[in-house]
């Protein structure tokens, strides 16, 4: 123990010394090699139920109750009786957590507590997921899917010692499924939804069409292999444009939603014996993207009758995701290891085409080239239970991050030239967890993160849990996380007569801080009602925040680190269960105060308050199953300041709205088969008149952000066996 204190202590004082620093990763690396050849335990997945169990922040698989950490949970059944198709959907009924929409790129990422997906770290079974423009943060929640996944976690606030950059505002980790207790087990749906009004199966059609298939087989008592494939194919939605054969000169060709479709297969092999648990994972991912362009251009063939030719300049986008995960949990002696390792690549390519569009015909089309690309070697490890002792244990971790970055010009305004970033990260953490009683637990921790780029990051965090009786606990978090900047931030170069706009290769990482106060209660009473409610309370502060600002009139912009950010978040909630009827009630506040600062004018700083309330019911037919649900999600007007230009701030507005669902489903067949039917958002809402947008440098602002395609009616048959 003694040595393996003085290695911390060794690179924790020599850290700004590279040769160093690579090798601790290596000797991390050989070590972890060495644990999955000489040592084994058994994993604790197949011990307990998965509504019981959590991972998120945690050394082992930890009971929720148990969990030192306020974790929410959406598990399998949840999903399921939702009738979502990708991550986005499911998240979206959350309150608090909102997943914005970019009908142009096609990407959705999720908006924690007023902040961006540059804020969230999206995890795929604890490790982060590789997006466009980087790892982690920013990911297109679209591009995953729920037909394999066991259960999803979020955590809100900072969780920078347990996973580093990024996770400013949250955490959402998606864990898939990894067991079954068949032999040979085989499930599937097809799912076929209108989009608004829009339906048919033919080819340029309308609708959106899903299809996926699931096949596991325990090989042995020790190996256990799973396949799944999933095609989502999404035709598009043209709202107030005309659709892609429109060949007006009003800019009213192309679609609001455009058209993408999806494939992605995973494969899985995983083994278990006495103490070794570890497993393989190979993902793939195909996503086809179309953008119509609504300029459309008039041009006369010269025939001599008169004829013209309209075409317009389209683009296909074509994206290629892989990734590789290998994970491994065993024992050294008495001491705990799971480890990752993983390689990741997504490659998004684009090409541009002129479409003649009278005579449905490609013209002429450039070669394809990479729009944005990202290749990622990743680990982590953690190593824990040093002193086998049930009152006190502490926790090292490891975690490098190689990520090989490109954007092409076309990406953004950069210097030129496409970017070209490699970025080595590698960090160390420690945590200790201390179990002062029976009721009273405490962990404090502490991370140093090492980069080629960027100054060394420190963050810290200190958590406790206090159990006030034995059916509630109180628990309270601090912590912090930074955030490193993005290609545009760092490079971006736009330059002309009316325009001069620059990033900021001097850019600094962002810090974020968080504290929170959580506290739950469950019991049951005598005529068989079980109530669960709960109170939280949770503030986020991000520095050195990086907007892009006026530093010379009229129009020379550039990105610095200026800005401050603050969130305070209230909420509450409270569960009813009895017999087969089910009712959930939430609701919250969430106040939001932005410091930015001009050239001449800074905002104001004061709180603008946001409220949501939710709700979601279900019931159950005793003798048929018939399984009813209904959600209902009301997000209220959202105040926040703007810069309007050489006159300061503004006051801006998004309008409130209401979203609802409601599902049947009804099994038969010996629960083998199950047919589901239902409409979502019922209230048809598509945009929200909003003064809160601000124009761009060189963009303007529009009026209104498009958020969904309005109501849609679906139709799922599922099977198993």
């Known amino acids: ?141 679209t591009k ?82 799973s396949i799944n ?29 455009n058209p993408k479709d999806q494939y992605d297969a995973s494969a899985l092999l995983r083994y278990t014996k006495n103490k070794t648990t570890f497993f393989y994972k190979l993902s793939y991912l195909n996503e086809n993207f179309n953008f119509y362009n609504p300029e459309v251009s008039r041009n006369p063939l010269n025939d001599g009758v008169g004829g013209v030719s309209y075409e317009s300049r389209d683009r296909k986008y074509n994206t290629d995701r892989w990734i590789h995960q290998f994970n491994i949990q065993t024992n050294l002696g008495h001491i705990r290891y799971m480890g990752d390792f993983s390689y990741q690549n997504q490659d998004r390519k684009y090409y541009d085409y002129n479409y003649d569009i009278p005579n449905r015909a490609i013209k002429s089309r450039q070669d394809e080239k990479s729009y944005y690309k990202t290749d990622v070697i990743y680990s982590r490890g953690m190593f824990s239970n040093f002193l086998d002792s049930k009152v006190f244990d502490f926790q090292l971790g490891y975690e490098l991050d190689y990520t090989n970055g490109y954007a092409a010009l076309i990406a953004g305004d950069f210097f030129g030239e496409a970017v070209k970033r490699k970025i080595f990260t590698y960090s160390n953490f420690l945590s200790a967890e201390w179990n002062v009683s029976d009721k009273f637990s405490l962990r404090p921790g502490v991370r140093l993160s090492l980069s080629e780029n960027f100054n060394d990051q420190y963050n810290y965090s200190l958590s406790a849990r206090y159990k006030t009786s034995e059916n509630s606990n109180l628990r309270a978090i601090l912590g912090s996380a930074n955030r490193f900047p993005k290609y545009d931030e760092l490079y971006t170069y736009f330059v002309n007569l009316n325009h001069d706009v620059q990033g900021n290769p001097d850019l600094n990482p962002e810090k974020g801080f968080s504290a929170g106060l959580f506290w739950n209660q469950n019991f049951s009473v005598d005529n068989g009602w079980k109530i669960a409610y709960g109170v939280d309370a949770l503030y986020l502060d991000v520095r050195d925040r990086i907007e892009m600002v006026v530093v010379k009139q009229p129009s020379t912009y550039k990105y610095m680190n200026l800005n401050r950010y603050k969130n305070l978040l209230f909420s509450a909630n409270v569960d009813f269960r009895k017999d087969q009827f089910a009712l959930s009630l939430r609701g919250s506040v969430n106040g939001t105060s932005v410091s930015m600062n001009e050239l001449t004018s800074s905002s104001p700083t004061d709180f603008q308050y946001l409220v949501q309330a939710g709700a979601s019911a279900m019931y ?80 303007a602002a529009n009026g209104f952000i498009n958020l969904y395609y309005g109501r849609s009616y679906f139709a799922r048959l599922m099977f198993q066996f």
């Open 229 to 257: 494939f999933n095609h989502n194919q999404f035709m598009g939605y043209e709202g107030e444009s005309k659709g892609y054969k429109y060949f007006g000169q009003d800019n009213q060709r192309g679609y609001e939603w």
């Open 620 to 699: 159950k037919l005793k003798n048929t199953d018939t399984n009813f649900a209904l959600y209902y999600k009301f997000t209220g007007p959202d105040r926040i300041y703007v810069s309007d230009g050489a006159s300061g701030f503004r006051l801006g507005k998004v309008d409130s709205f209401h979203m609802m669902d409601f599902i049947v489903s009804q099994p038969f067949w010996n629960k083998h088969f199950e047919i589901s039917a239902g409409v979502k958002n019922i209230f048809d809402v598509t945009r929200l008149n909003s003064t809160a947008v601000a124009g761009s440098a060189h963009t």
């Open 144 to 225: 995953i899917t729920l037909s394999n996944i066991e259960r999803i976690e979020i955590v809100k606030g900072s969780m920078g010692v347990e996973y580093g950059n990024g996770a400013v505002a949250g955490v959402i980790n998606i864990i898939t499924k990894k067991t079954s207790t068949k032999k040979v087990s085989v499930r599937g749906s097809v799912q076929e939804e209108t989009v608004r009004d829009n339906y048919d199966l033919k080819k340029r059609g309308n609708g959106r069409h899903i299809q996926n298939l699931n096949i596991d087989y325990n090989i042995s008592k020790e190996w256990f292999a």
């Open 1 to 141: 123990m003694y040595l393996f204190l003085m290695s911390l202590n060794k690179v924790l004082y020599l850290s700004k010394i590279c040769t160093l620093m690579k090798k601790k990763v290596l000797s991390v690396l050989s070590l972890s090699v060495a644990l999955w050849v000489n040592a084994q335990e058994k994993d604790s997945l197949n011990q307990k139920k998965i509504e019981e169990v959590v991972i998120t922040g945690q050394y082992m698989q930890q009971s929720i109750n148990k969990s030192i950490y306020k974790v929410d949970v959406i598990d399998a059944e949840q999903i399921k009786n939702m009738a979502a198709t990708n991550v986005g959907e499911v998240l979206n009924q959350s309150l608090n957590i909102q997943i914005t929409p970019d009908t142009r790129s096609g990407n959705s990422t999720a908006n924690i507590m007023g902040l961006n997906g540059d804020y969230v770290k999206i995890l795929i079974d604890n490790i982060p997921v590789v997006g466009d423009t980087g790892l982690g943060s920013n990911i297109d929640l």
